[in-house]
């Protein structure tokens, strides 16, 4: 039974395992009617040239792991910021492990989407935001038909979370394999701000397969900052799914730094739909082997004085292939918007690929929109440069990739975090980071 | 200390320097002056091991062994320096982890294990104090957004630290006032002594009056043409380079 034919079949068990009741049974029903009509994205949908689903659809996923194998912080204890206190929302198998979590209800809600769907104190919340954003597509459906669980975070107004937010998914390889469907939901009222870490770990070598949905909303002044941590096992696919609306001055930024994985896809959309907005989405990807890293981005200017910044960065190895396919819409009424976007990469081994293509549609005349894109090789100026001061050519060029990454990190407002990304870069690439003075 | 017997080099089949003879021993201080164009980069590039200039034919010693078959690295390690005309910005690389690389991999060539931290905090902050450069500096990007001075005070903290045996300054004053060129001056000249040598290359003879050459050549056209004491770089200022062009022809 192919994937489609399995999940599509398991949804009338699944849901009546739920309450008949919950605020969401019938949009769960009418999402995966859209499913089954719509299926898997293919090569011939245009946002899915460059990237196919069909490796990591050929699995026989678990589609409801049970979860029940606990997991003791010691030995999960580095997936997480351990050095900064934080509240935490972890899920082993898709399943919410109290045990490793730290969630909260003082003043601002950091808790399960199971008991947002579920209790009626927050159905008022969910009815305004759930599944308000996230368009009619396929995968978004997909996740709407099973969503149960995730990450629920409601910071109301002049509210300020009083430490980051870390949202952990582990998936144990109990199972042959494993597809988990995560689905959260950030809402910042007004002048509320929150920051929040999102990774997605697994333990074991066994496939594991994650359709991920997040919405997210940043009300008048309030400010979101997001970080995606994708260093996953070289089994582990990610599809992520991740949705911004954005009303007047609000800044909402989100960092994606693609690590690891077998085939990452990243489909990251901003709605501006108030003024003196700035959006701002950076990247940095650093892959070999197979594998595959697809960022498709879309910044939706459709007020006037707002602005965008894009800034990703890529370094391939081996046979890796990478994909940026980055929107910029800006419409007619959107004047004075300043919207950037830039995508920079490097080729280190002839077999790598990467496939970049911006696109401006711009309907209004008063605007500044620029966009770069460069794919290369190493500076060989700078690399003699370094050499000439007895650094081997093989550090050198260690320390250039680590230097043109490095630069995308200035913009990470967390310090403990900003210090083990740089080590795992660093790491990454071979480069022996000293001390900062 | 150096030993260039009769260098021929070039790029892409262009012959561009047609037979260098030049000797440097240790405690002295070599100019090289020249016209634009007359091959002055190229050399100290060829000394340096820029993989993009060819040898064809002649030797480079250092210390009576041959370097030419040596990496950039490789000399580096036996002690050759090149301040950069231009140095090259690099974005996401402090000065003081690039400087701290660069010490660490030209010990671990030499076999030593890696300076400790604070004896390299000690030298960073004596040699910066040399070079009259502001601590905050040394946490900028390598050579990103600095002015032309800063450039060139940041590549003489370098040899500073580094400490090597032959220095070649590549037109170190160009882009300097005379505020920059003293401080820059002062540093490569309290950093001379019996055991190491420095190669000018300039265009002007200004630097000279800071920093005081044993013997000064000049080159014209791929060939030194001419050598003589420190009086040479005067007349050249004087006079151009152009009596020296007509004296050949």
Redesign the interface.
């Known amino acids: 039974m192919s994937l489609k034919d399995k999940l599509v079949s398991s949804h009338i068990v699944f849901q009546e395992s739920l309450d008949p009741d919950s605020p969401i049974y019938d949009v769960r029903n009418e999402a995966i009617k859209h499913f089954e009509e719509a299926g898997f994205p293919t090569k011939k949908d245009e946002a899915w040239k460059y990237t196919s689903l069909n490796k990591v659809t050929k699995s026989d996923y678990s589609l409801f792991p049970t979860g029940e194998a606990g997991l003791d912080y010691k030995d999960v204890k580095r997936y997480f910021l351990h050095s900064l206190d934080t509240y935490k929302i972890v899920f082993i198998d898709g399943v919410f492990s109290s045990h490793l979590s730290e969630t909260t209800h003082a003043g601002i809600d950091v808790c399960t989407m199971r008991s947002a769907l579920t209790q009626t104190k927050y159905k008022a919340v969910i009815d305004v935001y759930f599944n308000k954003i996230a368009p009619k597509e396929s995968l978004i459906s997909l996740n709407t038909a099973f969503a149960k669980e995730g990450a629920y975070i409601n910071i109301p107004r002049n509210q300020v979370a009083d430490k980051p937010i870390e949202i952990i998914y582990f998936s144990t390889g109990n199972e042959a394999a494993t597809m988990i469907q995560p689905r959260n939901l950030v809402v910042a009222g007004e002048n509320a701000e929150v920051q929040i870490i999102e990774r997605h770990q697994s333990l074991t070598q066994n496939p594991v397969l994650t359709n991920s949905v997040t919405e997210i909303f940043a009300d008048k002044r309030a400010n979101v900052d997001y970080y995606k941590i994708q260093n996953d096992n070289q089994e582990a696919s990610l599809i992520d799914n991740t949705y911004v609306d954005q009303y007047d001055d609000t800044i909402v930024s989100v960092h994606t730094f693609s690590l690891g994985g077998k085939l990452t896809r990243n489909n990251l959309n901003f709605y501006q739909k108030g003024e003196h907005i700035d959006s701002i989405l950076k990247g940095v990807t650093i892959i070999g082997d197979k594998q595959h890293v697809d960022h498709n981005t879309l910044v939706h200017h459709a007020q006037p004085n707002c602005e965008s910044h894009q800034d990703y960065k890529g370094i391939y190895d081996d046979s890796s292939t990478g994909v940026f396919n980055g929107k910029v819409y800006v419409d007619k009424i959107a004047q004075k918007t300043n919207a950037y976007q830039s995508n920079n990469n490097i080729l280190i081994d002839d077999k790598a690929t990467i496939n970049s293509k911006p696109q401006l549609e711009i309907f209004a005349d008063d605007v500044r929109c620029s966009h770069g894109c460069t794919i290369g090789q190493l500076d060989e100026s700078a690399l003699f440069y370094l050499q000439s001061r007895g650094i081997p050519k093989k550090e050198a060029r260690a320390l250039l990739m680590y230097a043109f990454a490095n630069t995308v990190l200035e913009s990470v407002k967390i310090p403990q975090l900003k210090e083990r990304i740089t080590k795992q870069i660093a790491k990454k690439l071979g480069v022996n980071v000293g001390f900062a003075l | 200390m150096l030993k260039v017997n009769n260098l021929r080099a070039g790029i892409e089949e262009k012959e561009i320097l047609k037979g260098i003879n030049l000797e440097i021993k240790a405690g002295e201080v070599h100019a090289i002056m020249g016209p634009n164009g007359s091959g002055k980069s190229t050399l100290s590039s060829v000394i ?5 200039y060819e040898v064809l034919g002649g030797d480079i010693e250092l210390n009576g062994e041959s370097i030419l078959e040596m ?3 490789e ?3 036996e002690g ?3 301040s ?1 005309q231009y ?2 910005e ?5 000065v ?3 400087i ?7 010990r671990k ?1 030499r076999g030593l294990e890696d300076m400790p ?1 604070s004896d390299m ?1 000690k030298m ?1 902050r004596e040699k910066s104090e040399l070079l009259e450069i502001d ?1 905050k500096f ?2 900028r ?1 390598l050579n990103q957004g600095f002015s032309g001075g800063e450039k060139k005070r940041n590549e003489i903290f ?1 040899m500073a630290m ?1 400490e090597p045996k032959l220095s070649i300054l590549d037109e170190t004053d160009s882009g300097l006032d005379i505020d920059a060129l003293r401080i820059v001056a002062n540093g490569v000249n309290k950093l001379r002594s019996e055991d190491n040598a420095v190669l000018l290359i300039t265009h002007y003879q200004r630097l000279l009056e800071y920093i005081v050459p044993d013997v000064v050549h000049v080159l014209v056209d791929g060939k030194i043409v001419k050598t003589g004491g420190k009086e040479l770089a005067i007349e050249l200022e004087d006079k151009g380079y152009d009596w020296i062009k007509a004296e050949l022809a």
């Open positions: 340096a091991g820029k993989e993009e990496d950039p690295e000399r580096a390690h050759v320096f090149l950069f140095p090259v690099i974005p996401g690389v402090t003081t982890n690039f701290k690389t660069a010490i660490n991999e030209s060539a931290a905090l960073i601590r040394l946490s990007s370098q580094l």
